[in-house]
C-alpha cells in the first residue's frame, strides 16, 4: 500500500507555548510574516444554570497546524501550475521555480497551510522537514514541543495508534482533502453547538 | 479584501464586458442588417471591435499584475487535469485567437458573409465558455459563499449589463462623430434606432433582475449556515454602504433608462445626444465595479 506521513497532535496536553512554531520558523528561516506552523486557541463559554444559581463555565484549547500533507489535497488539484504536487510518501511540496504567486492555493486550503512570501512572489509551505526525515531525524516541531504533543509517521500506524479523528473545532469537514492528520482531542473541543467559541488569535495567525 | 484583489476586479470586469460587448455588436447588426448597408455597418463596427481587443489586451496585462512571480507565468495551462484556473486561462486564449481571427477577416469585409457569421458565433460561445470556467475558478467546495449559482449569474449579468452598455455608448459616440454623420444618412440612422430600442428593453429586465438577485443573495447568505452567516456579516458590518450605494445606481440606471426610452418615442433625435449614454454607461460601470469588489470582499473560506 500507498506510503503516507502523517501528524498527530495531542490537543489535550498542548499548553500554547508556540515552540514548534518557533522551531519550525527557525529551520525554514522563513522571515516576512510566514507561519508554515501556527497555534491557533481557542476559547469559548457561557454562563451555565444550576439550580439558582449561573456560573461560568469557560475553556480554552490550543491548535497546532500546519500542512496535513492530505489524502485528497485541494491544493493540488487547484494549482494551475503544478507546482504544488505530491510525493508517493504523501508529503505536498510546492515547487518555487514553476510556482506564478497566482495564490489560488491560498484560498482553497481550509487549512491555511500555503503561505505567500511576498518578498519571493511564490507560495511557501511545511515541507514535513523531508530533508531531516531522509537522514531518519524528526521534523523540527516534534522534536521542540516541550509537551510532546507531536508525532510523526507513517498514516495507518498512527491510526491504529490514537484512532481516526481528524476534526475539531475549528478545524473544516475532513471529508473535503482528507488530512493525513490523527488528534486526540482536548476535551472541550468536541463539538458544543450550544455554546460559544472561536479562535481568539486570530491577529497572531 | 486584499489590496492584492484590485486586479482581479478590473481583469474579470474587463473580459465580461468585451465578450458582452462583442455578442450585442452582432445582435445590433443582425437587427439591422435587413435594412442597412452592410458596408455602412463594417465602417461603425471597425473601431468598436478595435476597442474591444484593446480592452482584452489591457486585461490581460493587468491580471499579469495579480501574479507574484509573472515571469513563470506560461505554467499556467500546466494543469487542465484539475485546474479551473488552467482552463480559464485556455479558454481565454481561444476567445482571444477567434476574436484575432474574426477580426482580420471582417476587415477586409468583401469575403463571405456567412464564413464571417460562423466565425462570430464561434467567437461568443468561446467567449461565454470563458466566462463560465471563470465563474468555476471561484466556485470552491472550501468557499461557500462562492459555491453557488450566484457566482456564474453574477458574470453572465456583468457581461449583459455592461456589454450592452458599452455597446449602446459608442454607437453613440460614433453616430455623433462628423466623420461618420456624413455616411449616414437619415435613412441609415433610424435603422440604427430600431436596436437600441429592442436592446434597451432588454436591459431593463436585466437591470430588474440585478436587483432581484442582489436581494436574493443576501437572503440566501443571511439564512445559510455559519460560514454564510459570516460572510454576510462582512458584508452588512463592513459594506452596507456600498450595497445601498449600489442599488441605487441600479435604480438610477433604470430610471434614466426609462426616460430615454420614453423620449425618444418622441423623437428619435436623442440618439444624437452623446452624454446621455455616456452618463448613463458610468453609472452602470460604477455598479458593476462596486458589486465585484463585495463579490471579493466577502470571501470567507471554511477551516482555518
Ligand atoms: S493542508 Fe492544505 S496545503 Fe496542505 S495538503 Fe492539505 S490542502 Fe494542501
Ligand atoms: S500560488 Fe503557486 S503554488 Fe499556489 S496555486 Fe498559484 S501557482 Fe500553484
Excluded at chain 2, 480559464?88 to 486564449?93: A, Q, R, W
Excluded at chain 2, 470563458?130 to 456564474?152: C, G, K, R
Aim: one cysteine or more; charged letters at 15%; a positive charge.
Amino acid at each position: 500500500m500507498k506510503k503516507q506521513y502523517a501528524f498527530y497532535i495531542d490537543t489535550s496536553r498542548c499548553s500554547g507555548c508556540k515552540a514548534c512554531q518557533a522551531a519550525c520558523n527557525d529551520k525554514h528561516n522563513t522571515g516576512n510574516g510566514i507561519l508554515w506552523r501556527r497555534v491557533y486557541e481557542v476559547s469559548g463559554g457561557d454562563w451555565i444554570r444550576k439550580g439558582n444559581a449561573w456560573l461560568p463555565q469557560v475553556f480554552a484549547y490550543n491548535i497546532s497546524m500546519a500542512c496535513n500533507h492530505c489524502e485528497d489535497p485541494i491544493c493540488v488539484k487547484t494549482c494551475p501550475t503544478k507546482a504544488i504536487y505530491q510525493r508517493k510518501d504523501g508529503i505536498v511540496l510546492i515547487d518555487e521555480n514553476k510556482c506564478i504567486g497566482c495564490r489560488y492555493c491560498e484560498w482553497s486550503c481550509p487549512y491555511g497551510a500555503p503561505q505567500y512570501d511576498s518578498n519571493k512572489g511564490v507560495m511557501t509551505k511545511c515541507t514535513f522537514c523531508y530533508d531531516y526525515i531522509n537522514e531518519g531525524k524528526n521534523p523540527s516541531c516534534v522534536d521542540a514541543c516541550p509537551m510532546r504533543v507531536l508525532e510523526f509517521g507513517e498514516f495507518k500506524e498512527l491510526k491504529k495508534k490514537y484512532g481516526e479523528l481528524a476534526e475539531v473545532y475549528p478545524l473544516p469537514d475532513s471529508s473535503i482533502t482528507k488530512p493525513a492528520l490523527v488528534i486526540n482531542p482536548h476535551k472541550d473541543s468536541l463539538n458544543k453547538p450550544d455554546i460559544y467559541l472561536a479562535i481568539s488569535n486570530k491577529e497572531e495567525v | 479584501m486584499h489590496f492584492a484583489e484590485c486586479p482581479l476586479i478590473l481583469f474579470t470586469i474587463m473580459v465580461q464586458m468585451a465578450v458582452g460587448a462583442f455578442l450585442f455588436l452582432g445582435v445590433i447588426h443582425h437587427l439591422s442588417l435587413v435594412r442597412l448597408n452592410d458596408e455602412i455597418f463594417t465602417v461603425i463596427s471597425k473601431p468598436i471591435l478595435n476597442v474591444t481587443g484593446f480592452i482584452l489586451v489591457l486585461a490581460v496585462i493587468v491580471a499579469g499584475f495579480h501574479l507574484g512571480n509573472p515571469i513563470n507565468a506560461f505554467n499556467a495551462l500546466n494543469n487542465l487535469g484539475t485546474s479551473w484556473l488552467s482552463r480559464e486561462i485556455l479558454s481565454l486564449i481561444l476567445f482571444l485567437l477567434s476574436g484575432g481571427f474574426f477580426l482580420l477577416i471582417y476587415i477586409r469585409h468583401k469575403l463571405n458573409r456567412k464564413l464571417i457569421f460562423s466565425l462570430a458565433l464561434i467567437t461568443v460561445a468561446l467567449g461565454y465558455i470563458a466566462i463560465a470556467s471563470m465563474a468555476m475558478v471561484y466556485m470552491l467546495e472550501t468557499v461557500p459563499v462562492w459555491n453557488n449559482l450566484f457566482t456564474p449569474l453574477a458574470f453572465v449579468f456583468t457581461s449583459l449589463i455592461l456589454g450592452s452598455g458599452a455597446i449602446l455608448h459608442a454607437l453613440n459616440i460614433i453616430i455623433n462623430k462628423k466623420k461618420y454623420s456624413l455616411l449616414l444618412n437619415e435613412f441609415s440612422i433610424q435603422k440604427l434606432t430600431d436596436p437600441f430600442k429592442i436592446i434597451s428593453l432588454f436591459i431593463l429586465g436585466l437591470l430588474f433582475f440585478q436587483v432581484i438577485i442582489m436581494f436574493s443573495q443576501l437572503i440566501y447568505l443571511g439564512s445559510g449556515d455559519e460560514t454564510l452567516r459570516s460572510s454576510f456579516g462582512i458584508l452588512i458590518e463592513k459594506n452596507i454602504l456600498l450595497i445601498i450605494l449600489r442599488l441605487l445606481l441600479l435604480l438610477s440606471a433604470f430610471l434614466w433608462l426609462i426616460s430615454l426610452l420614453v423620449k425618444y418615442n418622441r423623437t428619435r433625435d436623442l440618439l444624437l445626444k452623446r452624454k446621455y449614454y455616456a452618463l448613463y454607461f458610468g453609472i452602470l460601470l460604477l455598479e458593476e465595479l462596486i458589486g465585484r469588489y463585495l463579490f471579493y470582499a466577502m470571501y470567507f473560506r471554511i477551516g482555518v
